[in-house]
Each structure stands twice: as structure tokens, then as C-alpha cells.
């Protein structure tokens, strides 16, 4: 990879910006002052230093988000701010959201450049489970058990896949796993059986738990073994 290119990857500055730094003697790799931004590196094996800081290359990355409601699951907006415009780290072009939460929704939020983890999270065919937590206008019954578990006619040309509803220690409340990811789902399925959703939150899909530590807004990167769980799905 060309030099100038590698320090763009990693967020430094613009191509231009960056030729500015190598030619003011800005940067090293493997502790020599370069000053010719088309020089190729390897950028697993070459050491690169910015400011005396060493920079390392990741192909991919990785964070766990806790979506706040009021927020676009999307990259980017004209008229409201999204999930990207909350992380403050140095590598964002590339950066999207695994699917999408609404925008009254809140919980985990998977964010990366990896398309082709994302895409095999999202596939049908996969099955990846995603579980919510969710708060209702009235009170559930021991039968919406099954008949989440039958499937439920939501206005579509089938019903949706069978669903795991476990009713909370409050009856207007309930922790509800599903295996799809269609438009309004969750809200769906409870209007199906008369009931409105006051609060939803997801708190984990597929193999990865959402940190309880992590208030609304806040983020952090994937630990090695979050990662390796999910790349098995890959």
C-alpha cells in the first residue's frame, strides 16, 4: 500500500494533507524520516510512525454501540444526527451500522466496515437471533407465548418466523427473540395481538451482549474474543 494512501486509511488527514506531512519530514517507517508519500509499504509488517506515535492497521473494525432513541441508524443525514455522527475515533470513512434500529429505539448497535460480516448477520437464511427488551401499553397473557411461538400474521404475504416471548416479572413487559429483521417488526407482531409498544431496546444479537456499562450514546470497540464469535458467522 502506498504510504500516503495507508496514512488517509487510518484517518490522519486528506491525500493532500497527508503529502504535506510526509514531505515535512512528519512521518517514519521503521524509524527512517520518509519523505516520499508513493513509497509502498507493508502495512502488517512496516513499522509507521506519525509524530513519533506509532500507528497501527486494522483491515477491520469493530464497535458496540448503545443507540440513544433520537438517532438515525444511518451514515449519514441532511437533517438528523446518526449512529456515525456519534463516534469520535480516527477511522470513520467505511464505517456503518449492522441493520438498522428505529429512531424511538434504543440498545445495541453493531458498527464496522466489514461487509461481509454484515451481510451474513443480516441474511434470512442465517437465522441470527436479535432479542429485545420491551415495554407495553397492557398486559400479556400466558397464550401469546405459543402464538408468538406459531408465528403472526403482520400484514405480509407470510407469517413471520416463530418467536421466543418470555413475559417479564411485570405482565407489561417482556424480553422477545427473533430470527428476522423485517420493517417495524417487534412494534408489528404486538400490534398483532392488540398491544402498543412503549419502550424498546435490543440487548443482543447473535453472540454478542450489549455492555451494560455503556450508557445511551456511548460506545466501544469489539474485544478480540466479541470478535472472534462474531467471525464465525463470516
Do not use: W
Amino acid at each position: 500500500m502506498r504510504l500516503d494512501k495507508y496514512l488517509t486509511t487510518l484517518g490522519i488527514g486528506s491525500r493532500t494533507q497527508v503529502k504535506e506531512l510526509i514531505r515535512h519530514g512528519k512521518v517514519k517507517v521503521n524509524n527512517i524520516i520518509i519523505k516520499k508519500p508513493e513509497l509502498h509499504i507493508d502495512e502488517n509488517a512496516d513499522k509507521v510512525t506519525y509524530n513519533d506515535i506509532n500507528l497501527e492497521y486494522n483491515k477491520f473494525y469493530y464497535y458496540m454501540l448503545n443507540k440513544p432513541v433520537g438517532v438515525l441508524s444511518a451514515v449519514s443525514d441532511n437533517n438528523c444526527r446518526t449512529v456515525i455522527d456519534l463516534l469520535d475515533v480516527r477511522q470513520k470513512k467505511g464505517l456503518f451500522p449492522v441493520g438498522r434500529l428505529d429512531k424511538d429505539t434504543e440498545g445495541l448497535l453493531l458498527i464496522t466496515n466489514d461487509g461481509e460480516l454484515s451481510h451474513n448477520l443480516l441474511s434470512p437464511g442465517k437465522h441470527v437471533n436479535k432479542t429485545y427488551y420491551v415495554e407495553l401499553n397492557g398486559d400479556l397473557i400466558e397464550s401469546d407465548i405459543e402464538t408468538f411461538a406459531s408465528g403472526i400474521d403482520i400484514g405480509e404475504k407470510n407469517l413471520t418466523k416463530p418467536a421466543v416471548l418470555k413475559i417479564g416479572a411485570n405482565a407489561n413487559t417482556a424480553f422477545i427473540t427473533i430470527t428476522e429483521g423485517k420493517y417495524h417488526q417487534v412494534k408489528r407482531m404486538f400490534k398483532a395481538i392488540g398491544l402498543n409498544v412503549a419502550y424498546l431496546k435490543r440487548i443482543s444479537m447473535g453472540p454478542l451482549i450489549l455492555d451494560e456499562k455503556l450508557k445511551p450514546g456511548e460506545y466501544r470497540e469489539l474485544t478480540n474474543n466479541e470478535v472472534e464469535l462474531l467471525t464465525k458467522h463470516k
